[in-house]
């Protein structure tokens, strides 16, 4: 009574049961010829016709015979009505009958779930995803992941950061892969970066005038307040550059610098640049987020390389095409702000082209890093050329470890094949701008950026420059056991002395040759330490003290 005679026909071609879970005319065509309904021959069309009249009886991959009786009467009917002549009727009942159904195209299951899921009234959704290059990915993914041993999965991220699209997205090694959880997405999954930030790090420092690529730093055993930080192979090197630091990926010298630029506004530039970062149970950024202590997902990770690719430019990534296949901005780009300057950009792209390349693999044509995070459960590498942007992550989805898994052996091969399927030809990098310095040795520098290990380095106009005041002991929110009626040691670093220190705002003593001070608490609880040197910049902490 309500529909007419067209609008039934279209229900009845979208929602006719072909066998098994298959519904549909296009879903039939795809499952038992691997094609749209437009491409099939007078055969197949006539199977299809008769399918749903008793689907389960006449399935062609179960009961061969039985479709080919029922197309065959399809068929003679056709010719019967003079719809087909006979030559077509004899081809069409010639034709062989499949035998298996073809498993489903399944290109992006994880973005295209969430694409679904952020606009479900729209019918058709255009990705800015390559087919071809999202096909040969997930493959390359599954056979990653199958070499590298069971439960692991593997993410790839592919970003065009010329305009921001999203050419290719892997989710996992698998979406129907339940072994290796496959139904996560695990590129919008929060992991440790492991190394993978330290890039940022020195690329803030460049542009704070506190280095330069050969600029000399000490990797030697350091500590800050009860932080230790060590080298992943456990050893030291001495007097390195820069350069050398963050091409080794050396632990040391990423905390000496990230502790002269500080924690929050390394996470501050991330933010502004469009990243998303988690500190575990909302805790204050620490200088622990040099080496993995934040988390983020590998869609941020390979953002935040997008932009050091712009020279510095973030770009907000896109995912969806208008109707006349342009892409939509998802988010407007001028909200974005710089992460680095031009000039750092190209300092770290210029490090890290030089890069040790998996085996096999040619150099200096991908800049790229690799990192591991703590116990072994992430392993990540996120590399550009000129025009592309590539993040790869691999782990447990589940956060088990895997003893050995690391970003140089796991992740890095994964990422120079990704890059031969997007281009096979390396787009070159952008050309270095006006303002970088070139020097052939440290030597060359302005004294203020020959060494990074000073407290007090002449600046470019003549003027001694210190370092902030900062208290070295206790740590900021540490437990501190001290005897009754004995006396605790405080100690800073940096500042201008005298240094002046205070207990729950009350002054407590001054320090005037030495920066360290013993105090006698007057009994246990929490307490907050401040000091303030002579130019009046202050540092705080908060502990609670014990009695044994």
């Known amino acids: 009574r309500r529909l007419s005679k067209t609008q039934i026909l279209d229900l009845y071609l979208r929602l006719a049961p072909f066998g098994g879970n298959v519904e549909g005319v296009r879903a039939a065509s795809l499952a038992y010829f691997g094609k749209e309904p437009r491409r099939l021959s007078l055969g197949q069309a006539a199977l299809l016709v008769a399918l749903p009249q008793s689907p389960e ?25 003079g719809l087909i002549s006979q030559a077509a009727y004899v081809r069409a009942k010639q034709e062989a009958l499949p035998n ?33 290059l999202q096909a040969s990915l997930q493959g390359l993914a599954a056979r990653h992941a199958r070499a590298l041993g069971k439960r692991l999965s593997v993410a790839i991220v592919v970003v065009d950061h010329a305009s921001g699209e999203v050419r290719a997205e892997v989710g ?27 890039p940022v790090i020195y690329g803030l420092a460049f542009d704070a005038g506190l280095g330069h690529p050969e600029t000399l730093i000490e990797d030697r055993p350091t500590r800050f307040g009860a932080y230790r930080p060590k080298n992943f192979d456990d050893t030291f090197r001495g007097t390195v550059t820069i350069r050398e630091a963050l091409a080794r990926s050396l632990n040391i010298p990423a905390v000496k610098v990230l502790d002269q630029v500080g924690p929050g506004r390394f996470l501050g530039a991330l933010t502004r640049s469009g ?3 988690t500190l575990p149970d909302d805790k204050r950024p620490s200088l622990a987020v040099a080496l993995g202590g934040v988390g983020m997902t590998l869609r941020d990770l390979t953002g935040v390389f997008a932009a050091l690719a712009r020279g510095g430019d973030p770009v907000a990534l896109r995912y969806r095409r208008s109707a006349t296949s342009q892409p939509e901005p998802t988010a407007p780009d001028h909200g974005l702000k710089r992460l680095i300057s031009a000039r750092a950009a190209y300092y770290l792209t210029d490090i890290l082209r030089d890069a040790p390349p998996p085996p096999n693999a040619r150099a200096g044509q991908i800049a790229f890093k690799t990192g591991t995070s703590y116990g072994y459960r992430d392993a990540w590498a996120i590399g550009f050329d000129g025009r592309h942007t590539i993040g790869v992550w691999v782990g447990r989805p589940d956060m088990a470890s895997t003893p050995g898994l690391l970003g140089r052996t796991a992740a890095a091969p994964m990422l120079f094949d990704a890059f031969a399927r997007v281009d096979p030809r390396r787009t070159p990098f952008p050309e270095a701008p006006s303002e970088a310095v070139h020097v052939a040795s440290g030597s060359e520098l302005p004294p203020p950026l020959k060494r990074f290990d000073k407290d007090l ?7 001694y420059i210190d370092r902030p005041v900062a208290i070295a002991f206790p740590p900021d929110r540490a437990e501190v056991a001290v005897e009754r009626q004995g006396a605790m040691l405080l100690k800073a670093d940096g500042g201008v002395l005298p240094l002046t220190w205070l207990v729950d705002g009350a002054p407590v003593g001054i ?7 013993l105090w006698h608490p007057s009994g246990q609880g929490f307490a907050k330490v401040s ?18």
Do not use: C, W
């Open 57 to 81: 009886a006449r399935r062609p991959d179960i009961a061969g015979n039985s479709s080919g009786v029922a197309r065959a009467r399809v068929l003679q009917r056709a010719r019967g009505a």
């Open 531 to 548: 000091v303030i040197d002579a130019k009046g910049r202050v540092d705080r902490v908060t502990v609670r003290l014990t009695t044994d």
């Open 275 to 277: 990243a998303r970062t």
């Open 100 to 132: 298996r159904r073809i498993a489903f195209p399944m290109l992006a299951p994880h973005l295209s779930e969430a694409e679904r899921a952020l606009a479900p009234s729209r019918k058709v959704h255009r990705l800015t995803i390559d087919p071809a």
């Open 457 to 463: 380095r002449l600046s470019v106009g003549g003027r």
């Open 511 to 517: 320090s005037r040759d030495r920066r360290r001070l």
């Open 172 to 198: 996992s090694a698998g979406y129907l892969d339940a072994e290796r959880f496959g139904a996560i997405d695990m590129v919008n999954a929060v992991r440790s970066p492991g190394s993978t930030l330290k």
